[in-house]
RNA sequence: GCGCGGGUGGCGAAAUUGGCAGACGCGCCAGACUUAGGAUCUGGUGGGGCAACCCAUGGGGGUUCAAAUCCCCCCUCGCGCACCA
């Protein structure tokens, strides 16, 4: 053999060649193979260039997309890029060079970047969510929406973003500021585009038992979309003939009621105020009016005005004062409450403040107010608020309702029936979630597929007319007016109505970047077709993706979001599945040096392409799959990769420099074969990529004791570390005599026989302190082993004198002594 | 406040139907080979003690022959949500 020097940067381009020409990694559509369909979130192809975040999802998908092809499956591991947003848009306005321009040329670095790691990708899937075929149809789905009444234009009150000059969606405003740039976001009414997000807010919920994600995702979801169950209970305003509805969840609590609370923007505020308090209500509003949201929740002390309004409580006919107040948000339920003083932290401190009645109606359980250190007494006169679980008190009254003594759930069935039956108010659900703003005034998004005619309203393109190409413009500034650029090119926005031919003007406003990525699983399945978003057939073979890993960061986005328009698909009939994603994990966040986030101002980023130009890419993709926990974040360590090298260059020199031997293995060589490849075929399944590294070095580690190397130990070992590291793995199978890639060689298996020792060593206790150690027969009795353990010399001397009181064996592991005193 | 994760050597970490804590790697120490070593190989490496032994998985209690692992209380760090009625 030739081959004595690793040298990868011969060795990886070769075979990254061989690939593409080889076209390895095709996936075929229908195939008698069982199908599996990997999949990784796409890259918004950025001017920076891959971060080294990137791989750590790749490499660990790219593992198993490898393995599973040597299992004989048919295997969909796409590639595309996610390429409208805001940075190209940016960097357009500030040079001048159109987006699409730059887009190209970074989606030309990141696939040389990828392809450079050796990711076994079938690109002849790829495309750019920025390709007209590609939004032809993202423009189609949304015409669906349309017509299905999911998608509605409305003027609301939306989170405006100052620098970034955009409507942004709740999801995007971070801690009152905007997740791109961290800038103000203040609240402006502009007629937007919505998507019906709503409609789906119980199946996005419900449909999650039905799929494998990551616990804390499904957490994070269902807090997200934060559903609950109460009643709406409508309240009469004295001497008006006004109603007003509030949501509660505790329709039970409605004894303890001892005043109302209005959101200040609530739309009955100045019809009830009084004329005494008009100007203290009015000025309240017009300064929670100026308010940003962040400054709004970081108010600790509650604030408010009492209206001069009395509503009456409907389930004793007491009358209780309608106060605004700014703690209570517009946004959620009816914008109203009523304040249970007693039972509810937040009703109980406004109470406390403005010397408003507290009134005590649920008797708190014993022991829970006593682990939470709550005086019941000062609970029952009111001094004190209990919003634990107890038993309802002071609350009947002559109309039928009475339920007294009744525990959390039975009180709340029992008055919501009650309330039924009077026709005041009705069991009702409530979410967190918000309807969807799909508007942006930008110019580097899909333009929204909509015409405005005074006469017939909205009217979508027609099908045939799609895609509506983004125009050509000279200027790509966001203005301040809250109109998106497009707007400017009166020629494009001149159009006619598609249905009475009248003049009509086009939607300027384009789709949020969420909007691509929202369908583009579907896409990979049938890439170039031009005739519709994905052939029925085949989507019918391939969904749903049965492995899909991405970032935590996306839960409540674009995990969301996709879900939402795959449903919504699925419930149009155009796709087979309710769920895309059948299972879904998570990968850590890769820090910098020092455990700090990676950023250029911090100084600290590492360039991938640095580290494979010194180390080559096998050692990059085992670094960082050996880095730590898959699910955990990790500081890079340039020092840590240096054992990764080694470990490579010690594997080279014992594949190319040992005798290769057709000898049988001896027992410890089997044991060791077989137990690494059990060790590493289990930990991929698990994304134990760490420890299956480790089991890797304990293999070289055993096998260059001597200079003989046993063929079969070879051959199967390069088979198992060939999705880790797939070029250097590639060339040895092919030194060691195989004419075709090892991409499709089929996975080793292991003997259970193998793994079994012939003898054991067994630990022998004395009280549970290790004493002695012995070499056992491994399918012995625990009889035997009580036998053996007791005649054993050190445990005899040890235990003279003393009384055996008991004796604990373990098969396999230890036999343990009990003995007095 | 609510929800979800973590806390183990100098460092990254292993170990879960409870069964020898620290696999594997980094770093460090010693030695070999070498003109040389940021190459390679061999050995060592949780702490204390000369030793027998003792102490060690954030802290405190408990269950058990046996606890990093199970139960109770507390501390601490990270992430997500947050005046959601």
Redesign the pocket.
């Known amino acids: 053999m030739t081959n004595k020097e690793y040298d990868f940067s011969k060795i990886e381009p070769k075979w990254q060649k061989y690939w593409d020409e080889n076209k390895t990694f095709r996936a075929d559509d229908f195939s008698g193979k069982k199908k599996f369909y990997c999949l990784v979130e796409f890259p918004y192809p950025s001017g920076d260039g891959l971060h080294v975040g990137h791989p750590r999802s790749y490499t660990a998908l790219d593992i198993l997309a490898r393995k599973r092809r040597m299992q004989d499956c048919n295997v969909l591991f796409p590639m595309g890029f996610d390429s409208f947003g805001l940075p190209s848009e940016n960097y357009a306005i500030k040079t001048g060079i159109h987006p699409t321009i730059v887009t190209r040329k970074n989606i030309e670095r990141f696939t040389a970047q990828l392809k450079s790691l050796g990711f076994s990708f079938d690109w002849d899937r790829v495309f750019s969510t920025t390709d007209p075929d590609y939004y032809r149809w993202t423009q189609w789905i949304f015409i669906k929406f349309f017509e299905k009444g999911l998608a509605y234009k409305s003027k609301m009150p939306i989170n405006w973003c100052l620098s970034c000059k955009i409507g942004l969606a709740?999801e995007e405003v971070?801690d009152g500021k905007c997740e791109r740039c961290g800038g103000d976001v203040e609240k402006r009414s502009i007629e937007q585009w919505m998507l019906k997000i709503t409609a789906y807010a119980d199946k996005l919920i419900k449909d999650l038992d039905t799929v494998d994600f990551l616990?804390?995702i499904k957490?994070?979801q269902i807090?997200?979309i934060?559903r609950?169950e109460?009643a709406d209970v409508d309240f009469m305003i004295d001497g008006t003939g006004r109603k007003i509805t509030v949501?509660?969840?505790?329709p039970d609590t409605l004894f303890g009621a001892t005043y109302m609370v209005l959101?200040p923007e609530h739309a009955l505020v100045h019809e009830i105020t009084s004329a005494q308090q008009k100007d203290a209500v009015d000025a309240y509003c017009r300064h929670a009016a100026r308010m940003s949201d962040l400054e709004?929740?970081e108010?600790k002390e509650?604030t408010g005005v009492f209206t001069g309004a009395y509503a009456v409580n409907p389930v004793n006919g007491k009358k209780i004062p309608v106060w605004i107040a700014?703690?209570?948000?517009i946004s959620?339920?009816t914008?109203a409450?009523m304040a249970?003083a007693a039972h509810?932290t937040?009703d109980f401190e406004f109470a406390v403040k403005f010397r408003l009645p507290v009134i005590c109606i649920i008797s708190p359980d014993v022991k829970e107010a006593e682990?939470a250190g709550v005086d019941i007494q000062d609970v029952l006169e009111g001094k004190s608020c209990w919003s634990g679980n107890g038993r309802m008190i002071n609350s009947s009254n002559s109309d039928g309702l009475d339920i007294n003594g009744l525990e959390v759930t039975d009180s709340k069935r029992r008055t919501t029936e009650w309330l039924e039956k009077k026709g005041i108010g009705k069991g009702a659900v409530?979410y967190?979630l918000r309807d969807w703003v799909f508007s942006r005034q930008r110019y580097w998004g899909e333009p929204i597929p909509m015409i405005h005619c005074d006469k017939c309203g909205w009217v979508p393109v027609p099908e045939d007319q799609l895609p509506v190409l983004l125009p050509q413009v000279d200027k790509y500034e966001p203005t301040d007016t809250g109109e998106s650029p497009l707007a400017v090119i009166s020629d494009w926005v001149r159009t006619t109505c598609p249905k009475c031919g009248a003049a009509a003007k086009r939607e300027t406003d384009t789709m949020p970047n969420w909007a691509g990525s929202s369908w583009y699983f579907l896409r990979y399945i049938d890439p170039k077709n031009n005739k519709c978003f994905a052939d029925r057939k085949k989507l019918d073979y391939w969904m749903g993706v049965d492995w899909y890993n991405g970032g935590?960061e996306h839960t409540?986005l674009h995990l969301l979001y996709s879900r939402f328009w795959n449903k919504f698909l699925f419930d149009c009939g155009l796709v087979p599945t309710s769920e895309p994603y059948m299972k879904r994990t998570s990968h850590g966040m890769v820090l910098g040096e020092g455990g700090e986030k990676m950023s250029k101002s911090r100084g600290n980023v590492i360039n991938p392409d640095d580290v494979v130009g010194k180390y080559g890419a096998d050692v990059f993709r085992l670094y960082e799959m050996?880095?730590?926990?898959f699910d955990?974040s990790?500081?890079w360590?340039t020092?840590?990769i240096?054992?990764?090298d080694?470990?490579l260059?010690?594997l080279w020199r014992m594949m190319v420099e040992s005798e290769i031997s057709d000898e049988p293995m001896n027992r410890e060589q089997l044991r060791v074969l077989h137990q690494t490849i059990k060790k590493v075929g289990e930990d991929i399944e698990t994304l134990?990529l760490?420890?299956a590294?480790?089991q890797m070095?304990?293999f070289t580690?055993e096998f260059?004791?001597s200079g003989k190397l046993p063929r079969e130990a070879a051959e199967s070992f390069i088979k198992v570390l060939a999705p880790f590291a797939p070029h250097i793995c590639e060339e040895l199978w092919e030194i060691f005599g195989h004419g075709s890639s090892i991409a499709h060689a089929p996975w080793p298996a292991y003997k259970d026989e193998f793994l079994k020792l012939d003898e054991i060593?067994i630990?022998v206790?004395i009280?549970?302190?290790?004493k002695a150690?012995m070499m056992m027969p491994a399918g012995i009795t625990q009889d035997k082993m009580q036998e053996l353990a007791l005649g054993n010399a050190e445990v005899g001397k040890e235990l003279s004198g003393k009384k055996i009181i008991?004796v604990?064996c373990?098969p396999g592991?230890?036999v343990?002594i009990?003995s007095n005193p």
């Open positions: 709740n971070v616990e804390k957490a994070q807090n997200w934060g609950s109460g949501y509660t969840t505790r959101s709004r929740t108010e509650k700014d703690y209570v948000l959620y339920g914008g409450i249970v509810d937040r682990s409530n967190k935590m409540t050996f880095i730590g926990p955990q990790a500081a360590d020092k840590g240096s054992g990764i080694r470990f260059r010690k134990d760490n420890t590294i480790s070095m304990i580690n260059s004791k060593e630990l206790q009280k549970g302190r290790p150690r008991k604990v373990v592991r230890l343990n009990v």
